[in-house]
């Protein structure tokens, strides 16, 4: 019996960061959440999960309307954008994947998550929780 592929190392890193962005709501300044899922939504797009990576857009956007994510129409134009990706390189640099694995240890984060479950489907669930954390 073979064992199921490993999902690729974007879609991993999009169900991580959106993990800690789940896990910092409510619990810290909403930047840090932002930036969390301004990563999440890195990773979602070069997935190729753009709906998602939107989501994430308008979830910063809809507690920070100012940010500079807000100048392009959709995260893949941020992305190809100079401007954003010097700021895409200052959140990497913030937190590369190897703080995030480790922050996601001390927060008892589930990283074996999208490796049981498919990775999309646990990234949806967790937006739609982001979502409604908003409206209440």
Known sequence: MTQ????PRDEQLAVLYLQLAAATTGRGPLATRDRLLLLAGRYAS???WQAEAETCRSLVLDSNPQHSIGHYADFNHALQSAEYQAFDRQLQRLCPPEKAEHL???????VELPLREPPRLVAHEILVRLGRDRVE
Not at 4 to 7: G, L, Q, R, V
Not at 104 to 110: F, I, P, W
């Open 4 to 7: 199921p592929a490993e999902p």
């Open 46 to 48: 070069h997935a190729g």
């Open 104 to 110: 996601a240890a001390g927060q008892s984060v589930d």
